[in-house]
């Protein structure tokens, strides 16, 4: 039996199959003859290879040749001796499965090696925690010791740049919350305690929660970038020879930047938050005196204090946790966005977690 | 344009701004020769090759590879004259989210209709010409800076193109390493008559493997000398290019 092809001919004999190949082996004829190759050799008895009509044999013409002869073809006759020097280096050579991609594992080792990744996570951010309370407690006795340039550069790059976003969010949640809850509360005649919810809700949750989320999404992925471009430069390394602490140089005025203007921008997110509720209650025909009087009544300083004091933790965290996932940055170009958008993740489920923490101290401590 | 060259330079000039690098370039590169372009640091070489292989804009001349001019050619036309040629750069320019496996399997996949398998074992052999077998699965970033450079050049090879831009190749590696990239260039010039440009200043290596060179210089901002290494070591004119070849202060 007889089958031809472009560069392959299979020619069946008694004790085995003869493949004669022919013309030019390169990627293209390979590609067509490729599989029918290899299935005629995998038929069993004896291959032989007979290679004395090729023209010109490349990279892949090498392959097939090679993985023919892998699969327990004899010897290749007809073989020209500039094509045989190619395949020369792989005379003894033997491929492992394995060698083609990533490494493979099993469900059991991708969930055994996750948690011990998480774990080691936890014990990072915990000594990274441990590391930057020490070095802020070391600056405070020091303060000349802080690089006071970068700190209020973070601090104008997170604070005032961040006004207008953090005011035009704030303004429509405090606008959607009274659009929202006004209509229901007006059929119990009690519309006008949408001036309570509005700045209760801002003052001790959403007003910082916001600012919070719009820091990490600014500042504290800014932080992780830009940290983990130096790691990559190796610029780390080169300030640790040279005897300077990252940490010092780099993460504690990035970390005091974020923990003294999140409480501002806060207050200005209240600020601006309870504005748009007010501005939907006066649309619905309330007087300005009458929405202050029962805003004064609804709200303490406790409420903004209760914000306030989350607001200082909240920009500890964005900020630590940016500088640590930089820090953490590893090398290679895709490095620097998964460290960005670890940072980003991370600061969001943790703002989350604490403000759940902080809900279940108020309500404890009576707050 | 001599018959056999698969490279044509011509009047090439190239500039960075206001500044002119290099001026009134010809040279022709022949078929299965090994070419190297040289000459001390700062003198454009690397702004050369990156001409070469169509990066930069010429600021006037031509380039023509196998008759086909990068400058020009859009489209289809583009895509063969790129399909001839394959470059390993000087730092390596592996993509790093994928393994060295993948690196060099990724033209195969998107130029060739190889099966898989038949990819998986193209790349493992380029891989092993360039002693990294073993190595597929790791990412860039797990590997040395000189097993990096050898992952680009078995990248490059992968199409096994006619034409192997290489941009020091030699550099940063150990003598023994270096002398195998040698001993390859050599191999596969001979088994598939491919063509090599390759810039360095690494004496050991251009002794070893230029059939011609042509070495550049910064003050005249061209070619200041051509032909084999010897011959320019024992021959030439210029003392400058005598002290090159010998490893000599002026």
């Known amino acids: ?367 | 344009m001599e018959e056999d060259a698969i490279i044509s330079v011509r009047g090439l000039m190239a500039t960075y701004g206001e500044d002119v690098i290099l001026k009134d370039v010809s040279f022709d590169v022949k078929r299965g020769e090994i070419f190297v372009v040289l000459g001390g640091s700062g003198c454009g070489k690397s702004t050369l090759l990156k001409h070469l292989i169509g990066l930069y804009p010429l600021a006037s001349g031509e380039v023509l590879i196998e008759g086909g001019n990068l400058a020009t050619a859009a489209g289809v036309e583009r895509q063969r004259i790129l399909r001839r040629f394959g470059v390993a750069y000087q730092s390596g320019a592996l993509f790093g989210s994928m393994t060295l496996s993948e690196n060099v399997t990724l033209p195969i996949e998107e130029f060739t209709r190889l099966p898989v398998e038949a990819r998986d074992v193209v790349s493992w052999m380029k891989l092993k010409l360039v002693g990294l077998d073993g190595f597929g699965s790791h990412l860039p970033a797990e590997i040395s800076g000189g097993m990096q450079k050898r992952a680009a050049i078995a990248r490059a090879m992968a199409l096994d193109p006619a034409l192997l831009f290489l941009d020091e190749p030699s550099a940063g590696l150990d003598p023994v390493t270096s002398a195998e990239i040698d001993a390859l260039i050599l191999r596969l010039r001979e088994g598939l008559g491919m063509t090599f440009v390759i810039v360095t200043h690494e004496l050991p290596s251009i002794y070893a493997v230029a059939d011609r060179v042509i070495m550049l210089d910064k003050r005249k901002k061209g070619i200041i000398a051509e032909g084999r290494p010897q011959d320019l070591r024992d021959h030439s004119d210029d003392p400058y290019v005598r002290h090159f070849f010998r490893r000599e202060a002026e």
């Open chain 1, 1 to 367: 039996m007889v089958q031809t092809g472009s560069v392959l001919e299979v020619v069946k004999e008694q004790d085995g199959q003869r493949l004669i190949f022919s013309g030019r082996l390169d990627a293209e004829g390979v590609a067509g003859a490729w599989d029918r190759a290899l299935s005629a050799a995998e038929k069993g008895g004896r291959i032989l290879v007979d290679a004395s009509g090729v023209d010109y044999c490349d990279g892949a013409g090498i392959a097939l040749l090679w993985e023919l002869q892998r699969r327990g073809a004899g010897e290749i006759s007809g073989l020209k001796p500039e094509v045989g020097k190619l395949l020369q280096p792989f005379a003894d050579a033997e491929r492992k499965g394995d060698e083609d991609g990533r490494p493979k594992e099993s469900m059991v080792e991708a969930v055994g090696k996750t948690v011990v990744d998480l774990m080691r996570d936890l014990y990072e951010q915990v000594s990274f925690l441990g590391q930057t309370v020490v070095i802020s407690l070391k600056m405070m006795r020091r303060p000349r010791e802080l690089r006071w340039q970068d700190f209020w550069v973070t601090y104008e790059r997170a604070g005032v740049q961040a006004l207008v976003v953090v005011g035009l969010i704030s303004f429509l949640t405090g606008l959607i919350m009274a659009f929202q809850a006004a209509p229901p509360l007006r059929e119990f005649g009690v519309d006008l305690f949408v001036v309570n919810l509005v700045s209760l809700a801002m003052l001790r949750e959403l007003g910082p929660i916001m600012t919070a989320i719009v820091l990490a999404g600014r500042s504290g992925s800014a932080f992780a970038a830009e940290i983990g471009t130096m790691k990559v430069n190796e610029e780390i390394n080169a300030l640790t020879t040279m005897g300077l602490d990252p940490v010092r140089f780099l993460v504690a005025p990035r970390v005091l930047a974020g923990v003294l203007v999140t409480p501002v921008l806060t207050i200005y997110a209240d600020l601006v938050g309870v504005g748009g509720g007010l501005f939907v209650m006066m649309g619905r025909g309330y007087p300005l005196v009458t929405l202050w009087r029962q805003l004064v009544s609804a709200v303490g300083i406790n409420d903004l204090v209760a914000g306030l004091i989350k607001a200082f933790v909240f920009g500890a965290l964005v900020a630590g946790i940016g500088c640590l996932r930089g820090l953490q940055t590893k090398s290679g170009a895709s490095a620097v966005g998964i460290s960005t958008t670890r940072s980003v993740v991370t600061s969001i489920f943790l703002i989350v977690v604490v403000d759940a923490i902080f809900a279940v101290v108020y309500y404890a401590i009576d707050f």
